[in-house]
């Protein structure tokens, strides 16, 4: 950017102007979270039907309205090998979200430990954990909440820095690592073939030092065909540590978010482990919706092709979030940002010290977008750069005005610090 005081003192009474525009039309314009938008649920919608005989509740001879089949029923274990390119005795059928799976996992190895523990986690002096970022908040605060020390892991353009995290899981108090590994959360990366397999192979000090294997993603794709992924928990026996990684996903983006099913995949022996564990707290979960998901989703084929149907609805607004980034932000360059293909997320990195300033002129504004900082363990980014864009939920109209509302705010932020306003 080359621009004289004088031009920047200009450039910014002109967006100050549209600023004070824009809140005076008081929008309510939400970009929050990754959520999709009504026009997805409703193309969707005809799973709520496919359930209409109590004679269609009975499979395999098991009758899914009742106890019974902790780790899901033999069709959905199924339906997950063919979507992960796993094993069905490798997989456990969950509820409705992945997120509940994965902190139960955590709080298994903090009051029981994992099958390879040598003791609970909450006996070891200190748990620390390897947090790719930017990152997805929640994990984060699943490993915060029960104390462990969160590592910032710098993000790559093939993944996690992956010398970094062959370092330090050298120290036995490194417990594991959150990963995003296909459309990463925010930042849209496919970890390389190359991360995928170093990852694996990672010879840790502590026996239960776990890979948290977030495939949320894995059917993703709004722009160009489907990109095939490694199967970790092969890649992870293959190389000699079976047990080391847990697979998780969901149909949170794919049916009804808090309202589908999930998944958690790994060694047939800590399946057997985790689910002696889970037994004790619950008889089954939700097969019915097991049910309706394996009838209505079928299998991984005609899965991509319901992606496909979401995918027109979202490849239009990733292409307003660019296209308005491109116009109003690129001839500045104090910014840079991801071009993802799948997924729900931009990520942009503004100017250090802005990222904060400009998210609180948009809520001032009425645009409501994920807290700076969310990205990085604490909450806290070192930066105070990053931004997580979500552009799903709104309609393709309200979303350019989020937009607009944003580069100028964006734009804002800058020139004040520029101008140490």
Partial sequence: MNLTTAAMEAAYQENLAAF?????????LNMA??????????????????LNDPKDCIVDGVDARNYGELSGLPCAKEYWADVLGCKKEEVFVGGTASLTLMYDLISKAYSHGLRNSRQPWCREEKVKFLCPSPGYDRHFRITESFGAELITIPMTENG?????VEKLVADPAVKGIWCVPKYSNPQGIIYSDE?????ANLKPAAPDFTIMWDNAYCVHEFEGDFVPFADIITLCREAGNPDMVYEFASTSKITFPGAGISVMASSVDNIKYISKLLGVQMISYDKVNQLRHVKYLQNKEHTLEIMK?????MAPKFKVVLDTLDREIAPLEFAKWNRPKGGYFVSLDTMPGTAKRA??????????????????????????SNIRIAPSLPPIAELEQAMEVFCICLKLAAFEKLLNK
């Fill in 309 to 313: 149907r979401h995918a027109q609805i």
């Fill in 195 to 199: 991360t995928v397999r170093r990852m």
């Fill in 359 to 384: 998210l609180a002129l948009c809520k001032e504004a009425g645009v409501v977008m994920t807290d700076a900082g969310a990205t990085y363990p604490y909450g806290v980014d070192p930066q105070d």
């Fill in 160 to 164: 996690p820095d992956m010398d970094m």
């Fill in 20 to 28: 004070e525009a824009w809140k005076a039309k008081n929008l309510r």
């Fill in 33 to 50: 979270r990754g959520k999709p938008s009504a026009a997805q649920l409703d193309s969707i919608s005809d799973i709520l039907t496919i």
